[in-house]
């Protein structure tokens, strides 16, 4: 393993020497995601880094190399009773942990558990100058220096390399039922906002081809009492279908068009457009399955009057930035940090934002 | 150097632009909220940590945003060190004033600006009170979840410069996982929105920077916090131990049934003792070590989880196991845990409270060499441990007027942290690095790490004003540090046991 470490490091430093853009992928399942790739960027592979480092249930911790399978990490934790809470889309076998924290994204419990950020306890890191470095570690509680682990969260590997993460796991629900509800997309948003205001155990919401899906996780009496609180049809195929929904192999997600995901305030208005969407997370999360030619200046204005921003999730095009355009008082700071942490630029330049 | 100037002109100098600042301060904010006359600064000399003391050379206390961006815009013309404080109730000295700076206190920026009972937030000003969010909130059933033992006191502002946890972090989180967007002020001048009303933002987690940044990046002038529902049950076991070992299995057993509590705390003999003594808590004064454990949720839920803890208790040995009876043990438990600072102040003239975080699995052992310590410097100790997340409070007890006690209690804190290190463990798991803990930062980490913190906060700092000299140790105190830090037996103690 300390081979590929160094093999790792000799890339990084022979690519600020030559000024050469390097191109951060584990399994490459999240190809699509983000701005494309440049043309001339080598592959800098974290694939073959795997492997699970350490691991006490008791703890709550596992400390894994970024390479590692997800699969293979997630079926490591359901042999002991225990599961990542922020529940994070692979989109294929391929995924890998590095890149599961690098793009920062969380599944169907996000709104009930929390994020991947959430769960990120420590991060070992190749920087740009070809440094390996350490933040955090492997408790719960450390506020000893800045918050560099979960910076790294949803940076697009934009700030360095991650080697290994140290994560914060939870025991998996005893059990797990999901009701669905024949609703019309405001009674749909109004149900869940109001499972979001009580002590239910609620861990996945999801308002699709106009049926409401509640998933209930926890004790059996807890979910047995929430389901009489709610009323509602139990739905049999509880584990595929919130699979589908997480690594959009729904047959929403798949047809050949744009598909935009905005981040909004949970309470925001159904959106009037003239697409098909979906919403998941209580509300805070909007799925637009758009035609080529929708307006994405429209996407980004509507989502930003609902106190959000919008993501061309799929079906990127050059002439459209897939991330959300920042304040300028904020691009700045992005831009600083980022030649503190790569000052050459090479790591995943414009995957981000365009400005680096 | 200092001797190469004539004192008076230097004095002559400072005097010069001590009297234009406060003037220029006086320009843009009422009278009575510029401070530089010795007795006013008083008060703001330290913060919660008092062994550390230092006055200010103004004060000032502004009253709303607009106020502030016009004193930043000065402290950055002039290059004034800024030292940001919420209620001054810090433990690691993150509020200590700078000689040659100004103390920015928020204190005054404290209404409630907006409670949105369907969205489950609250938009505050910094100066807010902890706990005034969750009294503020209750009428529409909700509450802020992270409880620092100050929460009476302590500011939101303060929480989110030193993300403070509290009792009930490891099912409800820190303050980090608790805020959804800050507007910042930064000492250029730019207003930051971080984070948003959404789950997520665009960008970079600055939501997760500025949290635990000590006031080193920003001042913070607004904070949008997520409320929960408050719970429609809760109960809390008490399990009391002949053995700590036992109690320390207790607490894995428990996570490793899958159960995760509200809180899980631990006090050791010494501490249970005290706190006894204090407010008569009703715990088990012959106990070695008890465990406190809460369940919280739907009535069906709490009922089987606390079923399931007692048996837990039972496998692992406890003599001992009551479940409050009703919400007034409830909360008698709770308070005793609570009290357990103010119960070291009563046996002891002084206290020392350490921070430290190890994973679970290390806490005999590192009790134990606690204890040897503890003998080592002829200094009791209390422990209070957030079981649940590994955070170790441990209560040195001193007394100042001992002549060498304070620097022995300094001593041993700082060698507990040291093991905690060791054990995989942070030196600070909520009280911060402030002033205090600088030297054990050369010990955490090293100097790529600290060079690359440094430059996180050029990116936002330039000039390095904002609260300067805390939280990030230089790269040469940390050289002097390591060279002290081999002959540190020698040089202090000579006459304490080394090994």
């Not at chain 1, 429209?298 to 106190?307: C, L, P, W």
């Not at chain 2, 690691?92 to 920026?109: C, E, F, M, T």
């Not at chain 2, 009563?346 to 003998?375: F, N, Q, W």
Request: proline fraction near 5%; include cysteine; charge should be negative.
């Amino acid at each position: 393993m300390e081979a590929i470490v160094e093999h790792l490091t000799e890339c990084v430093v022979k690519a600020n020497e030559n000024k050469q853009a390097l191109c951060i992928r584990g399994g490459g399942s999240k190809d699509f995601y983000g701005n494309p790739k440049g043309l001339h960027d080598s592959k800098l592979e974290t694939g073959p880094y795997r492997g699970i480092v350490d691991y006490d249930p008791t703890e709550l911790v596992v400390s894994v190399r970024a390479g590692t399978p997800l699969n293979e990490l997630e079926s490591l934790l359901s042999e002991h009773g225990q599961m990542l809470a922020f529940e994070p889309p692979g989109f294929n076998e391929t995924a890998t942990l590095g890149g599961c924290i690098a793009s920062g994204l969380s599944g169907p419990r996000r709104a009930y558990n929390g994020a991947a950020r959430d769960f990120v306890l420590g991060i070992k890191l190749l920087d740009g100058q070809g440094r390996i470095l350490n933040f955090g570690g492997r408790v719960m509680k450390n506020v000893a220096g800045y918050d560099v682990s979960r910076l790294m969260t949803g940076a697009m590997g934009t700030l360095g390399v991650l080697l290994e993460v140290s994560l914060k796991v939870l025991p998996k629900p005893e059990t797990e039922r999901t009701l669905c509800f024949e609703l019309p997309v405001e009674q749909a948003l109004e149900t869940m906002r109001r499972c979001a205001g009580q002590t239910l155990p609620v861990s996945a919401t999801c308002h699709i081809d106009r049926r409401l899906y509640i998933r209930l996780s926890g004790i059996e009496s807890a979910v047995d009492a929430a389901h009489v609180k709610l009323g509602g049809d139990e739905f049999g195929d509880n584990l595929s279908f919130w699979e589908s929904i997480k690594n959009q192999t729904h047959p929403f997600f798949r047809d050949n068009k744009r598909l935009w995901r905005l981040s909004v305030k949970p309470t925001a208005p159904p959106f009037s457009i003239t697409c098909e969407q979906a919403i998941e997370w209580g509300g805070a999360l909007r799925w637009f399955a758009a035609a080529k030619d929708y307006d994405a200046t429209a996407v980004r204005a509507q989502a930003e009057k609902a106190g959000g921003h919008a993501t061309l999730f799929r079906g990127n095009d050059p002439s459209i930035p897939a991330f959300h355009p920042l304040q300028p008082a904020l691009l700045k700071i992005h831009q600083r940090l980022k030649r503190q942490f790569d000052p050459v630029g090479i790591f995943n330049p414009r995957r981000l934002y365009p400005e680096f | 150097m200092l001797s190469d100037f004539p004192t008076y002109s230097l004095s002559n100098h400072f005097k010069m632009r001590h009297a234009n600042l406060v003037e220029s301060f006086q320009s843009i904010l009422p009278t009575e909220s510029v401070l530089y006359e010795t007795e006013d600064l008083k008060p703001y000399e330290c913060d919660g940590l008092s062994a550390y003391r230092q006055l200010p050379m103004i004060a000032v206390l502004p009253g709303n945003e607009a106020e502030i961006i016009e004193i930043l815009k000065i402290c950055e013309a002039e290059k004034i060190p800024v030292v940001a404080r919420g209620a001054g109730t810090g433990l690691s000295g993150g509020a200590l004033p700078h000689a040659d700076g100004v103390l920015l206190s928020l204190a005054k920026l404290n209404e409630i600006l907006e409670i949105d009972p369907v969205a489950c937030t609250a938009r505050v000003q910094p100066g807010v009170r902890n706990l005034a969010i969750s009294e503020a909130a209750e009428a529409y059933g909700l509450y802020y979840a992270p409880d620092p033992s100050s929460q009476i006191a302590c500011t939101i502002g303060g929480n989110v410069a030193e993300n403070s946890g509290g009792v009930h972090c490891l099912k409800y989180g820190l303050t980090v996982h608790n805020i959804l967007k800050l507007r910042v002020l930064t000492i250029e001048g730019d207003v930051l929105e971080i984070g948003s009303e959404a789950l997520d933002s665009p960008g970079f987690d600055l939501l997760a920077l500025m949290s635990g940044s000590e006031g080193m990046l920003g001042i913070i002038t607004e904070i949008t916090v997520k409320l929960l529902p408050i719970p429609e049950a809760a109960q809390l076991v008490m399990a009391a131990f002949d053995d700590i070992e036992k109690a320390g299995a207790a607490v894995a057993n428990i996570i490793r049934a899958g159960i995760v509590p509200a809180g899980l705390e631990m006090m050791d003999k010494m501490t249970i003792a005290a706190v006894e003594a204090f407010i008569h808590a009703g715990y088990d004064p012959d106990a070695a070590a008890i465990v406190l454990c809460e369940s919280d949720g739907s009535n069906e839920a709490v009922a089987e989880e606390i079923e399931k803890i007692r048996g837990i208790m039972r496998e692992s040995g406890a003599v001992r196991i009551d479940t409050a009876r009703g919400e007034a043990e409830r909360r008698r438990f709770w308070a005793g845990r609570k009290a357990a600072f103010p119960a070291a102040g009563r046996v002891s003239p002084d206290y020392y409270c350490m921070d430290g975080t190890i994973p679970r699995k290390h806490l005999a052992e590192v009790l134990r060499r606690i204890e040897d310590l503890s003998s080592e410097f002829g200094l009791r100790c209390m422990n209070v441990f957030h079981a649940g997340d590994g955070n170790l409070h441990p209560l040195i007890l001193y007394d100042a007027n001992r002549s060498g006690e304070l620097e022995k209690a300094e001593a041993f804190g700082a060698r507990i942290l040291e093991i905690c290190i060791e054990a995989g463990g942070s030196l600070t798991g909520e009280h911060g690095v402030g002033i205090e803990k600088l030297n054990q930062m050369c010990l955490q980490f090293g100097d790529a790490e600290r060079d690359l913190f440094h430059a996180v906060k050029a990116a936002f700092d330039p000039d390095s004003l904002l609260n300067p000299g805390k939280a990030i140790p230089s790269l040469h105190r940390c050289a002097e540090f390591g060279a002290m830090h081999v002959h540190r037996g020698d040089e202090q103690f000579p006459d304490l046991p080394r090994f």
